[in-house]
C-alpha cells in the first residue's frame, strides 16, 4: 500500500477499497469493530430518521455542553471539511486524531473490504471511544437496522421524521422505511419517536422488542404562540422558552423530541433548566435553513428531498415579501425531483441549477429539463452553471439588495458556496467570504 500521510490520503484510500459505495449489513463492520476492541462507556444517543437528524444532534449536544458534559458527536455527510463530521466538546476533531484512527481501523480489518461510510464511522467511532466522554451522539446515516452505526448499542433511540427516500435500498412506503429506522431501538431502552404521524410499523417494533416509546402528543407534547414556546412531558415541564436559534417551524418538533430523550435520561445525564435555555439558544447549524443577512438576503439549506422542499417552501412563505427569488439548486440523480421542484416552482423568479462534483448527482442541464417539464411558470427563467459558487455568483449579479438568493437541494450545493467562508452578498456583483 501506498504511504498514507495526510487526512486526504487515508479518505481517497477508503473511496478504493470497496467496489459499491452502499453495501447495507453488518457482519463485515462489527468484525472489524471487535477486532479493533474498543467501546463507549458512557451514555450513547443514536439518532435516525429521514429529515432532521443533524439538527436534533446539533440541540442534544448544545444541551449537553451547556450542561457541563463532556460530548462527542458523529454527523454526515458534511459541507465542507471531512473533520466537519467528528465534534469533541464542540469543535471539530483535527486531522492527526482522525489519521491514528484511520490506522487502527486499517491494521484491524484485515482482508475485509471496507465501504468509505464504514470505514470512516468506525474511525470516527473509535476516535469518540477515546475521548473521555460524558455522552455521545450518533447520527444514524441513510437506514437503520443495517447501518454502520447500528453496531452500538444505544442508551436512547430518537427517530425524527420519516418519508420517503433513499427508495432503492430502504423501500418506497414509509411503513417500510420506518421498519429498517426502528432497527437502532433496543429492549428496556428509551424509544424517542418525534414523527407526529410515525409509521405503525415503529410502533410495533418498539413493542415487538420490549422498547420504552416515547410518544409526540402522547408522552410529551410542546404549544407556543408568537413570542416564546413550552414543551410537557412525563413529570416534567418547560415554559417560557424561547425558540431555538435554528430557523424554522420544524425545528420545534426536533426540539420536542430532544427535550424528550434528555428527560428518559436524566438519571444519566441531569440538565438543569437553563441549560436547556441556553442549549437552544446558542445552537448552531450551517446549511438547516440558515439565513444570512445581505443584500440580498441569502439563505442556505441542504433540503434534497420531498418533505425537507416541503419545509423550505413553507419557511421560505414565512419569510415576508421579496421582489425576486433566485434559487441556486444542485440535487443527486437518485432524488424525487419532480415534487421538490414542484413544490418550490411557485416561490421561484429564476433558477440557477448546477453540476455538483460527485458522480451521483445530475448534471445541471438534466435539472433544467425536468423543471421545464413541469413549471406552471411563464415568467421564470432558467440558465446552467458547472459548479454551486459559479452559480451563486451569476445570481447575485443579477439580484437587487431588496431580493433573495436561496441555495438548495444537496450538502454539495451548500458546501460549494460555503468553501471560502459564509458569503456576504452585495447586489449586483459577486460576493466575497466573510472573514473566519
Not at 428527560?263 to 441549560?275: D, W
Not at 440580498?296 to 421560505?316: F, I, K, M, R, T
Not at 444542485?330 to 423568479?349: F, S
Not at 415568467?379 to 449579479?397: K, R
Request: charge should be negative; include cysteine.
Amino acid at each position: 500500500m501506498n504511504t498514507l500521510d495526510t487526512l486526504d490520503d487515508w479518505l481517497a484510500h477508503c473511496e478504493r477499497l470497496h467496489p459499491q459505495t452502499i453495501e447495507l449489513g453488518l457482519e463485515r463492520v462489527r468484525s472489524v469493530w471487535q477486532r479493533m476492541g474498543v467501546a463507549f462507556d458512557c451514555p450513547v444517543f443514536t439518532v435516525a430518521g429521514t429529515n432532521g437528524k443533524g439538527s436534533t444532534c446539533a440541540m442534544l449536544e448544545a444541551v449537553l455542553l451547556e450542561a457541563g458534559f463532556r460530548t462527542g458527536v458523529y454527523t454526515s455527510p458534511h459541507l465542507v471539511r471531512f473533520e466537519e463530521r467528528c465534534r469533541i466538546r464542540g469543535e471539530a476533531a483535527d486531522a492527526a486524531t482522525l489519521i491514528a484512527s484511520f490506522e487502527v481501523v486499517e491494521a484491524a480489518r484485515g482482508d475485509v473490504a471496507l465501504t468509505y461510510f464504514e470505514f470512516t464511522t468506525l474511525a470516527i467511532l473509535h476516535v469518540l471511544s477515546r475521548a473521555g466522554l460524558d455522552a455521545v451522539v450518533l447520527e444514524v446515516g441513510l437506514g437503520g437496522r443495517l447501518d454502520a452505526v447500528n453496531i452500538i448499542d444505544t442508551d436512547c433511540a430518537i427517530i425524527t421524521s420519516i418519508d420517503v427516500d433513499h427508495t432503492e435500498l430502504l423501500g418506497h412506503a414509509r411503513e417500510q422505511i420506518g421498519a429498517e429506522k426502528a432497527g437502532i431501538l433496543r429492549t428496556g431502552r428509551p424509544a424517542i419517536i418525534s414523527d407526529p404521524v410515525p409509521p405503525q410499523s415503529v410502533l410495533d417494533r418498539a413493542t415487538e422488542i420490549g422498547a420504552d416509546p416515547w410518544l409526540l402528543g402522547r408522552d410529551f407534547n410542546y404549544s407556543g404562540d408568537q413570542q416564546q414556546w413550552a414543551w410537557a412531558g412525563r413529570g416534567r415541564r418547560y415554559a417560557g422558552l424561547a425558540y431555538p436559534a435554528l430557523r424554522g417551524a420544524n425545528q420545534l418538533i426536533n426540539a420536542a423530541g430532544v427535550l424528550a430523550a434528555l428527560e428518559a435520561m436524566r438519571p444519566r445525564l441531569p440538565v438543569t433548566a437553563q441549560a436547556v435555555r441556553n442549549g437552544l439558544a446558542l445552537v448552531e447549524l450551517p446549511g438547516r435553513f440558515q439565513v444570512v443577512p445581505g443584500q440580498p438576503a441569502l439563505v442556505l439549506d441542504v433540503a434534497h428531498n420531498p418533505h425537507s422542499a416541503a419545509a423550505l417552501a413553507l419557511n421560505l412563505d414565512a419569510m415576508g415579501f421579496y421582489p425576486t427569488t433566485h434559487a441556486v439548486f444542485g440535487a443527486m440523480a437518485d432524488k424525487d425531483l419532480a415534487p421538490m421542484l414542484t413544490r418550490m416552482d411557485p416561490l421561484v423568479d429564476r433558477w440557477y441549477f448546477t453540476d455538483l462534483p460527485t458522480p451521483r448527482a445530475a448534471s445541471g442541464a438534466a435539472l433544467q429539463a425536468a423543471w421545464q417539464a413541469l413549471t406552471q411558470r411563464k415568467d421564470a427563467g432558467s440558465a446552467v452553471f458547472s459548479h454551486p459558487m459559479e452559480a451563486l455568483h451569476a445570481a447575485e449579479s443579477r439580484a437587487r439588495a431588496t431580493d433573495r438568493i436561496v441555495v438548495f437541494g444537496s450538502f454539495y450545493t451548500v458546501g460549494g458556496v460555503l468553501e471560502q467562508g459564509v458569503p456576504r452578498l452585495q447586489a449586483g456583483q459577486p460576493g466575497t467570504p466573510a472573514a473566519g
